[in-house]
């Protein structure tokens, strides 16, 4: 990790937080909607925009969530003892994904590492990256911003005090 900063905000409407933050072994997360105000976020899909934390800790990233929604002092800390209360659960499954090998060198070794890791504590499923995709949520996501886009862009520019006031101009 870099350590550019403490903390970042991102927005995110299908991965644009998550994914960045898993290829960075940073912690991130979209928020459920309306947890956090969308005021100044430039919309894809309202239905899915939402601005959320990428931090180096699960921790940080709570606090930086608490402070998003406008978590009291006293409700900051009692997230964070929640959070810090966390342990890892045997219920939890991971899936390991087949398919990448050769992408770089030494990823296929890397992968084997971290999922025999990841196996000493909880149990890992192998399964190939198409199985994972064909049964994602992508299609319905992709609609909806295909639906929302157009008329969200056009609201927001409206509401700007300089520039085009809509996708027209």
Known sequence: RAQFAA???????????????????????????????????????????VAGPIAPRVADAARVFSVLRGDSPAQTEALLDAVTAQTVSSDIRIVALRGFEGIHPGVESETAQATRRLARSVAVTRAPAQTLFEASAWPVLEEIINLEFGSALDRYLGRLSEGPGSLRE
Request: no cysteine; net charge negative.
């Open 7 to 49: 903390f970042a905000i991102g927005t995110d409407t299908a991965g644009s937080i998550r994914a960045p933050a898993a290829v960075t072994g940073l912690v991130g997360f979209k928020p459920t909607s309306d947890t956090v105000p969308t005021q100044g976020i430039i919309p894809l899909s309202p239905t899915l925009d």
